[in-house]
Nanobody
Framework: QVQLVESGGGLVHPGDSLRLSCAGSTETFSRIYISWFRQVSEKEREFVGNIRWTPGNTYVADSVKGRFTIFKDNAKNMLYLQMNNLKPEDTAVYFC???????????????????WGQGTQVTVSS
């Protein structure tokens, strides 16, 4: 079964850390790129970062560089987003997504991803 399930969101204070998890199947994680996006209300989904599943190279957007890291656990079929020094502007629903094998655009284009989780809410507030 091809699916993605996020978890780990919550309400935290500025400066806190949070780790999001994305559970998937072996089939899902056979996709070349798995990414994290976030969305605030009805705004367009914002690219946060990605992992090239094999060999595991990661990339994060400038807006979160130095604070967010992406890593995986192959044995558990899990992807993680470690978020440190959270800021109020990080408040959003966070999604993991698998890029379509037929996509040819840039890696930060939500429309190139055809598998999405349900999202997990992260709220950063004092």
């Amino acid at each position: 079964q091809v699916q993605l399930v996020e978890s780990g969101g919550g309400l935290v204070h500025p400066g806190d850390s949070l780790r999001l998890s994305c559970a998937g199947s072996t089939e899902t994680f056979s996709r070349i790129y798995i990414s994290w996006f976030r969305q605030v209300s009805e705004k367009e989904r914002e690219f946060v970062g990605n992992i090239r599943w094999t060999p595991g190279n990661t990339y994060v957007a400038d807006s979160v560089k130095g604070r967010f890291t992406i890593f995986k656990d192959n044995a558990k079929n899990m992807l993680y987003l470690q978020m440190n020094n959270l800021k109020p502007e990080d408040t959003a629903v966070y999604f993991c997504a698998a890029r379509s094998p037929t996509a040819y655009g840039t890696l930060d284009t939500p429309g190139d991803y055809d598998l999405w989780g349900q999202g997990t809410q992260v709220t950063v507030s004092s």
